[in-house]
């Protein structure tokens, strides 16, 4: 599986910006997906996660009600819309996937960044004030 993540910019705060991934394989339907985030000095942290059919999520507190993540499996895609961006949401992106296809989706399963096996390369958001 490859992952190719583009989207990223230079935004005021305030603006939206729309995140995607595209994803190889054909196995992309039977993928939970996730978006990470790493800014300088600090660890990657989870932002959101979405089940194979695309109707569960989760999405970490920072994040809730401005984040959305959807997925287009005809596509291969994942998508992160991010609304009323604010300057700490200033890092490098990733998508993940898990590949390995549990027959469970938790919140503590889908958060855990040992969860995905494949990543993307990252985009950079930078939020200005």
């Known amino acids: 599986v490859q992952l190719q993540a583009s989207g990223g910019g230079l935004v005021e705060a305030g603006a939206s910006l729309r995140l995607s991934c595209a994803a190889s394989?054909?196995?992309?339907?039977?993928?939970?997906m996730g978006w990470f985030r790493q800014a300088p000095g600090k660890e990657r942290e989870f932002v959101a996660t979405?089940?194979?059919?695309?109707?569960?999520?989760y999405y970490a507190d920072s994040v809730k009600g401005r984040f959305t993540i959807s997925r287009d499996n005809a596509k291969n895609t994942v998508y992160l819309q991010m609304n009323s961006l604010k300057p700490e949401d200033t890092a490098v992106y990733y998508c993940a996937a898990d590949t390995r296809s549990p027959p469970y989706y938790t919140s503590d399963y889908a958060r855990d960044k040992k969860t995905y096996d494949y990543w993307g390369q990252g985009t950079q958001v930078t939020v200005s004030s």
């Open positions: 979405i089940s194979r059919s695309g109707v569960s999520k």
């Open positions: 394989g054909r196995t992309f339907s039977t993928n939970v």
